[in-house]
C-alpha cells in the first residue's frame, strides 16, 4: 500500500485550509460535514467561502500564509494556485508533525483526500494513490448506486442495540450470527423500507429468545473454482466470509483464501501427489468434529467439489453425524481452464460430447474405458493427468486414437501464471517435459484444442502446436473457415 487507510475525528478540531477559491470551497465542505473548526487563510474568499464566513461557519484570516497559521492545527490542507505556496505550506507543516494535503500534488502531500461515499455513520472511501481520479470516481458512482440510502439508519440501529445484545449473548460466536441475522435477513429489510415498527417487533423476538436461538454448526462444501477469484460465486463468497473454519485444499489460491474472514481459523488439510497429506479420513473426522462445537465450516475445495473433489464422501460423514451441511457448486476446473486457454469443449464441427475423466488411471486402478475414450468427434478432459501423462497417449493411441489427434496441456488455468502446451498424441509427451510443466495441469484431448491459436484471448504463454504435427486428417483447421493462425 503506497498511503495506509485511516479514518479521522475531526469533530471540533482546528483545521486550516490555505485558499480561497472554488477548489478551497470543496475542502470546506466535506471537512464541515465532518464537524471540523475550519480557518481559511487567503488574502481573498469566493463568494462561497464568503457566505459561510458570514455565517460563523468558517473562520477567515484575510492575509497572506504565514507559519504560525499552523498553531494548534491539527489538519493542513493547501488549495493555492501557487505551487510556491503550496509548497511552503507543506514544508511547514511537515516541521511542525502536522499531516497536510496539497490538492493535486501528492508529492507534496502527507495524505490524500479520498472519492467518498457517505451513509453516515458509514463511510466508504475510494483512493488511487492519486494515478487514476477518475477511475476512482467511477467506483464511487458504482458504490453510490449499490448502497442504499438507509443503510446509515441501519448502521445506527445496530450501535444503539451493540450493548443489549452483547449482555443477552455472552459467547462471540453468539453475537457475530446474531448481526449476521440482523444485517442479513428481515430485520435489515424492514429497516431499510421504512417499516420500523415491524423491524423492532423482529429484534425484541430475537432478544427475547436470546441464546436458545443457537445455530448448530454446519458445513458448507464450496467449490473455489480453477484459480481465478473472479470466478467465485456470490453464494460461495458469502459462505467463505461466514466461516468460523475454512479447510481448504492445495488447488485453492491464495487469491481466494485472502477472500476469508479475517479472524477465521485457516487450516490446510490438502493432497499432493507423492508428498504426505491428511488423509480423507482425518479430513471427514475434523469436519464432523468442528461441526459438533457449533462453528460454520467451509469445506473450500478447488474447481468444484463434486467433480473429482470427494465431496460426496464427506457429506455422507456429515449426514451420518446428523450435521446441516450445503453444497454450492464451483466453476470445474475442465470449463474454466479450457475457457481460459480459448479451447471450446464442444463444438459443432468437431466435438459433439465431451467426457471428464481421472488421470489416476494406473496398475490395478485403472477402470477407465479407454476405447470409449478414443472414439472421434469428442472431448477427453482428464483432470490430476500430469503424472500419467504417458500413460495416458499411450493408451489411447492402443485403442485407435491416431498420433495425430490434438491434445493441449494447461498449467494453472485462469491464473496469470497460465501456460497452454499444444501439440497431438505423438508429441505432447516431449513438448511437456520440455516446458517443465508442475501441477496442478489439465490434459485435453481432441480436435477443439487447435483452436487454441485462433481464440486465445487470456494473458498466456503458448507453445502451438507445430505445423509439421498436422496431418491429413487436419486439412479442415487450414481452411478458410479460421483466420486465426497455427505457429510453425
Known sequence: MDYFPIFLRLDAQPVLVVGGGHVAARKVALLRRAGAKITVVAPEICDELAELAAQGGVQHVGAEFQPEHLDGMRLAIAATNLHAVNAWVAHQAEGRGIPVNVVDDRELSRFIVPAIVDRSPVVVAVASSGDAPVLTR?????????????????????????EKVKQRFRNPAQRRRFWESFFDGPIAADVLAGRDIEAQARIDHAL?????????????????GPGDPGLLTLRALRALQNADV?????????????????DAEKIYVGKAAGHAHVPQEGINRLLVELASQGKRVCRLKGGDP????????????????GIRFEVVPGITAAAGCAAYAGIPLTHRDYAQSVTFATGHCKGEDDTIDWQMLS????????????????????????????????????????????????GTLATLQARVHDAQIQSPALLVVGEVTRLHDVLNWFNTTSHSLARSDVGSDDSRFL????TGRLTA
Open 375 to 422: 472414439r472421434p468427434n469428442q472431448t477427453v478432459v482428464f483432470y490430476m493427468g500430469l503424472r500419467a501423462l504417458d500413460n495416458i497417449l499411450e493408451r489411447l493411441q492402443a485403442q485407435g486414437a491416431p498420433s495425430t489427434r490434438a491434445a493441449a496441456v494447461i498449467e494453472q488455468g485462469t491464473q496469470s501464471s497460465q501456460r497452454v502446451i499444444t
Open 208 to 224: 427475547a429468545q436470546g441464546e436458545e436461538t443457537s445455530a448448530r454448526g454446519e458445513v458448507s462444501l464450496v467449490g473455489a
Open 479 to 482: 481452411s478458410g473457415r479460421f
Open 138 to 162: 467511477r467506483l464511487r458512482e458504482r458504490f453510490e448506486s449499490l448502497l442504499p440510502n438507509g443503510l446509515g439508519r441501519l448502521a445506527a440501529l445496530s450501535g444503539q442495540l451493540r
Open 306 to 321: 463434486f467433480i473429482f473433489g470427494r465431496g460426496g464422501e464427506e457429506l455422507e460423514e456429515l449426514a451420518r453425524a
Open 246 to 262: 475454512v479447510l481448504y485444499d492445495r488447488l485453492v489460491s491464495e487469491q481466494v483464501l485472502d477472500l476469508a474472514r479475517r
